[in-house]
């Protein structure tokens, strides 16, 4: 059972920068790939980036990497997402969630909601033009 919590989000102008953090209850959160989510009003669930149980590999949304970077800090049971030159459409509720996969799992198979066992409750990031 993994328990995860977000937080860092809030209001931020256009340009501006946030870093996310996602704290994960459970003494196997090493084990599992983690991924960002976002969900705007009206649309749906999009997947953002994912990371590797150890941290070495990452996967990108096209058009996030060089943006947005996914980091995890396995001795604090934390990934991270940090944000920066932000665009008002990046606003939308972010979702961290835990994906019980093999270590080497590829990455790129983790872009679906449906491959996630445990979700956050999401943490609201308003961009303002």
């Known amino acids: 059972q993994v328990h995860l919590v977000e937080s860092g989000g809030g209001l931020v102008q256009a340009g501006g920068s946030l870093r996310l953090s996602c704290a994960a209850s459970?003494?196997?959160?090493?084990?599992?790939?983690m991924g960002w989510f976002r969900q705007a009003p009206g649309k749906k669930r999009e997947f953002v980036a994912v990371?590797?149980?150890?941290?070495?590999?990452?996967y990108y949304a096209n058009g996030q990497k060089g943006r947005f970077t996914i980091s995890r800090d396995n001795a604090k049971n934390t990934v991270f997402l940090q944000m920066n030159s932000l665009k008002p459409e990046d606003t939308a509720a972010y979702y961290c969630?835990?994906?019980?996969?093999?270590?080497?799992?590829?990455?790129?198979?983790?872009?679906?909601?449906?491959?996630?066992?445990?979700w956050g409750q999401g943490t609201q990031v308003t961009v303002s033009s």
């Open positions: 969630a835990a994906a019980n996969v093999p270590y080497n799992q590829d990455l790129s198979t983790l872009r679906w909601v449906t491959e996630y066992n445990y």
């Open positions: 459970g003494r196997t959160f090493s084990s599992y790939a």
């Open positions: 990371i590797s149980w150890s941290g070495r590999n990452t």
